[in-house]
Nanobody, 123 residues
Framework: VQLQASGGGLVQAGDALTLSCAAS????????MGWFRQTPGKERDFVAV????????YYADSVKGRFIISRDNAKSTVSLQMNSLKPEDTAVYFC?????????????????WGQGTLVTVSS
């Protein structure tokens, strides 16, 4: 699976932004899709994951209630709607695909990764 993330940019605190990830290659709906983020000098942190059928979603505590993950299997895309953005949300955001949803918060569970898109939230 090849993943292409897009939608990053510079926004102000309190604004909303939606990231998208387009998949190509293998059958998209065989994979659980996640979003991670990374700031300089730190490890990649789990943000959210959506199961193959979209019935299962999990979120990091830091984004719960503000971010919404969704997928469109017909279009082979996964989106991350980010609301009420905070300066601490500033990071490079990566989409990733996993075959198993166990240990969904570990980047080791994901076998395909997109290139990342930068989100900068100014105060």
């Amino acid at each position: 699976v090849q993943l292409q993330a897009s939608g990053g940019g510079l926004v102000q605190a309190g604004d909303a932004l939606t990231l998208s990830c387009a998949a190509s290659g293998r059958t998209f709906d065989n994979y659980h899709m996640g979003w991670f983020r990374q700031t300089p000098g730190k490890e990649r942190d789990f943000v959210a994951v959506v199961g193959v059928s979209e019935e299962i979603t999990y979120y990091a505590d830091s984004v719960k209630g503000r971010f919404i993950i969704s997928r469109d299997n017909a279009k082979s895309t996964v989106s991350l709607q980010m609301n009420s953005l905070k300066p601490e949300d500033t990071a490079v955001y990566f989409c990733a695909a996993a075959q198993r949803i166990q240990n969904y918060s570990s980047e080791l569970s994901y076998i395909y990764w997109g290139q990342g898109t930068l989100v900068t939230v100014s105060s």
